[in-house]
């Protein structure tokens, strides 16, 4: 049974959501393997508000995701791996994300904290991500797509898979033909929405978001990432035309609300 606990849901600038950020959890045998997806400058306080008691200890999380190099979608690492380092994590860590990802995220952290980094007790790996790739992080299969995002600061949608199970996470960005591709048949898709236009520069709409959904088959959709004024305004409309296109199988999730796939959008 995959578990998507939405840690957080808004865009940079919203006061009242912390940054878009999911936290993916799969059964093992040992215990189970948490992923983060994105980690933004909101994201580690949400982690320990919001996730799961078992994924909270300092050495449950196994891997991060960064999607793009924004810092509403990454620039919450260095808080993250220091609360680690403060809690006495001493087991690996791998971050996945694209080419320079190892060089963008310690970067980041020498910045944010000058010269800890050889203070640090745990291993950091990384790992890079390659749209059409396929690789096995945490006990899940991952492949990628490039969406539709910026020209300066691409950015990759990931799908992760586990024993038959399948959760696509878009980071920001429009659908693309290769988002679309990634998409077929999930079980969960949770795409960025900024606004109820169709479609915006270098960001998703509701509709848009709507008709890649049933293009693709996708058994539950998930909004996340919606603009702070059209959230505070248009939240109604949003849930009436996910009820209408969805029925029972779409949301536009508040921080702390859970998925689990087994139940669909049973959540909260």
């Known amino acids: 049974?995959?578990?998507?606990?939405?840690?957080?849901?808004?865009?940079?600038?919203?006061?009242?959501?912390?940054?878009?950020s999911l936290l993916v959890s799969f059964p093992n045998p040992d215990g189970d393997a948490h992923v983060l997806l994105d980690c933004g400058f909101t994201a580690p306080a949400a982690y320990y508000r919001h996730a799961p008691d078992d994924a909270r200890t300092c050495s449950a999380l196994d891997a991060v995701w960064i999607s793009h190099f924004h810092g509403d979608h990454f620039l919450g690492l260095p808080l993250l791996l220091l609360r680690f380092w403060e809690e006495g994590r001493t087991l690996p860590l791998t971050i996945v994300g694209q080419a320079g990802v190892e060089e963008k995220v310690w970067a980041a952290f020498e910045l944010a904290y000058p010269g800890f980094r050889p203070r640090l007790q745990f291993p950091v790996c990384f790992l890079e991500a390659v749209p059409g790739e396929v690789i096995h992080v945490a006990g899940a299969r991952w492949s990628f797509a490039l969406g539709d995002h910026s020209a300066v600061t691409p950015?990759?949608?990931?799908?992760l898979d586990r024993d038959g199970q399948s959760v696509v996470y878009s980071g920001d960005g429009r659908p693309s033909p290769a988002t679309a591709e990634l998409a077929q048949g999930v079980d969960l898709l949770v795409h960025e929405a900024y606004g109820?236009?169709?479609?915006?520069?270098?960001?998703?709409?509701?509709?848009?978001?709507?008709?890649?959904?049933?293009?693709?088959?996708?058994?539950?959709?998930?909004?996340?990432?919606?603009?702070?004024?059209?959230?505070?305004?248009?939240?109604?409309?949003?849930?009436?035309?996910?009820?209408?296109?969805?029925?029972?199988?779409?949301?536009?999730?508040?921080?702390?609300?859970?998925?689990?796939?087994?139940?669909?959008?049973?959540?909260?």
């Open 1 to 20: 049974m995959m578990r998507i606990c939405f840690l957080g849901v808004g865009e940079a600038f919203d006061e009242l959501y912390p940054n878009t």
């Open 155 to 159: 950015c990759l949608a990931v799908r």
């Open 196 to 268: 109820l236009d169709p479609d915006t520069p270098g960001h998703g709409g509701v509709p848009g978001c709507l008709k890649l959904a049933r293009d693709v088959r996708a058994r539950n959709l998930a909004l996340v990432h919606v603009n702070r004024r059209v959230r505070q305004e248009s939240a109604g409309v949003i849930r009436a035309m996910l009820a209408q296109a969805m029925g029972g199988h779409g949301v536009l999730p508040e921080p702390g609300d859970v998925i689990t796939l087994e139940r669909a959008l049973d959540h909260g």
